[in-house]
């Protein structure tokens, strides 16, 4: 099982159900979790053309709350970002979803990670916590992320792919006994084994050529200058 994936849906990535399908197969994923910034279209367009083909498609979103991100799963209407973080994993849960923390520390992705803070007051909500991203850059990234879910025992621990283009697919995924719905998923997290690898570098460079290719689409230089500027800032 894969989990926390992206597609042409989400703000940096490019990858299309084409694609998608050929890496899955080929890397032998049979369950995929997609998880689109801010968004579910997507998720459920590939669930229906991916389940043709024999793939388990959970269908979930990245929702930016206003301190960090938070993965809903097995949601079946957008939660809308920028709203309060208790607030937003209630919005999940009254979907009868699952509450996923994604990369709880990353120092290159200050903005997007949930404080250990955050994830101590709203526990109680909290499914699953990763303990590997396919994306982190530094190795001791995942070993935090590990320290800080241990601190949390009743919640379940998943590797989490973050998967934006096509050579990130089938790289770090859960081996996990085959399940039908949300109870059999949550009933079979007690017994994962995973499989890590380091991030591809590369895949962060394509993702920042993407989104500058579809702000530039959509005619948003105001944003793109923003994020040149801002770069220019850092440098100095």
């Not at 994830?119 to 935090?144: A, Q």
Request: positive net charge; contains cysteine; glycine residues 6%.
């Amino acid at each position: 099982m894969e989990i926390h994936t992206h597609t042409k849906y989400s703000k940096d990535s490019m990858l299309n159900k084409w694609l998608y399908l050929l890496m899955l197969k080929f890397k032998r994923i049979n369950v995929v979790g997609i998880t689109d910034h801010n968004e579910i279209i997507g998720a459920f367009e590939y669930k229906k053309f991916l389940e043709r083909f024999g793939i388990l498609v959970i269908v979930g979103e990245e929702v930016f709350t206003n301190k960090g991100e938070i993965i809903g799963l097995f949601i079946t209407k957008k939660v809308e970002p920028g709203l309060p973080v208790r607030q937003t994993m209630e919005e999940i849960k009254s979907q009868n979803g699952v509450v996923y923390i994604p990369h709880p520390y990353d120092e290159k992705r200050r903005k997007t990670v949930l404080s250990e803070q955050e994830i101590s007051n709203n526990i109680d909500l909290i499914d699953i916590i990763e303990v590997h991203n396919g994306r982190n850059v530094k190795t001791y990234f995942s070993e935090k992320q590990l320290e800080i879910a241990n601190r949390y025992p009743n919640a379940y621990q998943l590797v989490g792919s973050d998967a934006h283009t096509f050579i990130e697919l089938g790289r770090n995924y859960n081996i996990i006994e085959r399940f039908q719905n949300k109870d059999e998923f949550i009933k079979n997290l007690s017994n994962v084994t995973f499989v890590k690898n380091k991030c591809l570098l590369i895949s962060h460079q394509i993702t920042k050529c993407v989104r500058l290719f579809k702000l530039v689409g959509r005619g948003d230089f105001s944003e793109i200058y923003r994020i040149i500027n801002k770069r220019i800032k850092r440098e100095k």
